[in-house]
């Protein structure tokens, strides 16, 4: 049982909206208490944290561990390692691995995977048609009883809007919650990069920015229809944008996430073709990505995500039309995202609400928050320490980043789960 005093910390509270110097008090992997007045005498085990960020830890949604199919690209102990160093305390894996987790049995097959590999909280989702083919529902009844929290098909958009609607209204039968990825899949077929001035440049197939509003418009009609609580993964353009607002002010019952590429980086950053650029959906413009951040900022968009892809260096080195899409970064989320803090666009606590409160609230955990009584899930780190990424120093099996060699503030100093420290020295 863990009984540990931090002290001299930045406490980071995204749920109290603050950002004050304090100490904070675990027993039996829980927040006992917290304070920024004198701290508890009497406590054996002292951290000093020496004035640096303490947070609660990251609830990642949308993380992809290739067991089963395709282990040799990231194993649950090796993902776990990684989000460890990253500070992510709870990684909501998806359903699209070779042989897609539809079924109560392959459910049940990754979540011993992941018990008995990860050293973070691992959560599941699962597929919502059978084999993410948008032909037949998954069982979802039966996947919730296995302990799915949420049921998507990823980027595998559901073509027949009949069987989604079915699958909707039955999921909202259920009260379970559904990830939807808003694009309009016949337009986005094959493209690789966002419609304009440089996609024409260097000759890329390229899809309209248009093609996720029309995508969220058919979803949004869908969910006003069934009345399913729902999440979209990925909303990035600025056309998407008043379709989103205009759901939330009608009372429906949807969030929406981005990941940290679609925040910190734009096409452009594609250059001459450098495929660990390429992600799905395609990175956009920047006027684009600042319309994400101040939508971020005013509580549109609810949930960063790393949306941690990986690929091995043979799918990745090849033409940019031919090579895999993706990109890990359950270890660059934080870095990158303190990006936003260090140029004043957020603060620690607005952030923090969309890595950590946002995301466990819109899953029914009690993680994200430091308040007495919530789970022990903690990152400390220092927002200020520089360092240039050495993507052959990640703990992911694959090295498919964009920040490579890219100059990065913010380090992840240690890792607690259940109050217990699974990373940094002890």
Wanted: charged share 25%.
């Amino acid at each position: 049982m863990t009984d540990l005093l931090l002290t001299h910390a930045r406490l980071i509270d995204p749920e109290a909206d603050s950002d004050a110097p304090g100490w904070l008090h675990i027993r039996d992997g829980v927040i006992a208490a917290s304070g920024n007045g004198a701290a508890p005498q009497g406590i054996e085990q002292v951290l000093d944290c020496r004035g640096k960020c303490l947070a609660p830890g990251i609830v990642d949604i949308g993380v992809k561990v290739c067991e089963p199919g395709e282990r040799h690209k990231e194993s649950y102990a090796s993902a776990g390692r990684a989000a460890a160093a990253g500070g992510v305390t709870t990684m909501i894996t998806r359903p699209d691995t070779t042989q897609a987790i539809d079924s109560p049995e392959s459910l049940e097959f990754v979540a011993r995977r992941a018990q008995a590999d990860a050293s973070v909280h691992v959560r599941h989702m699962a597929a919502l048609t059978k084999g993410r083919q948008g032909r037949e529902m998954a069982e979802i009844g039966f996947l919730l009883d296995a302990g799915a929290v949420a049921f998507s098909d990823c980027d595998a958009v559901t073509r027949n809007t009949k069987v989604l609607s079915r699958a909707l209204t039955y999921a909202r039968s259920l009260d379970a919650l559904v990830m939807l990825h808003p694009q309009e899949p016949v337009l986005s077929d094959g493209a690789v990069a966002t419609s304009g001035k440089f996609a024409s440049l260097r000759g890329l197939p390229a899809v309209s920015a248009m093609a996720e509003r029309m995508g969220l418009d058919r979803d949004i009609a869908l969910i006003e229809m069934t009345g399913v609580r729902a999440h979209f993964d990925q909303i990035t353009t600025a056309r998407a944008l008043p379709a989103l607002q205009r759901a939330k002010r009608n009372g429906l019952d949807v969030t929406a996430g981005i990941s940290i590429h679609h925040l910190t980086l734009n096409e452009m950053d594609v250059a001459d073709y450098r495929t660990f650029f390429k992600v799905k959906p395609p990175l956009r413009a920047e006027d684009d990505r600042q319309a994400m951040i101040e939508a971020l900022r005013d509580g549109l968009i609810d949930v960063i995500c790393s949306m941690h892809t990986p690929q091995d260096e043979e799918s990745k080195r090849l033409p940019f039309e031919e090579a895999a899409a993706g990109a890990v970064a359950l270890e660059t989320l934080l870095p990158a995202a303190l990006r936003l803090y260090h140029a004043e666009a957020l603060t620690l606590p607005q952030l923090f609400r969309a890595l950590s409160l946002a995301p466990a609230r819109r899953l029914g955990l009690a993680a994200g928050r430091l308040a007495a009584g919530a789970p022990a899930d903690l990152v400390l780190f220092d927002a200020h320490a520089p360092f240039v990424l050495d993507r052959f120093k990640l703990h992911s099996k694959s090295k498919n980043t964009p920040f490579d060699g890219a100059r990065m503030q913010g380090r992840v100093l240690a890792t607690f789960v259940a109050g217990a420290r699974v990373y940094g020295e002890p």
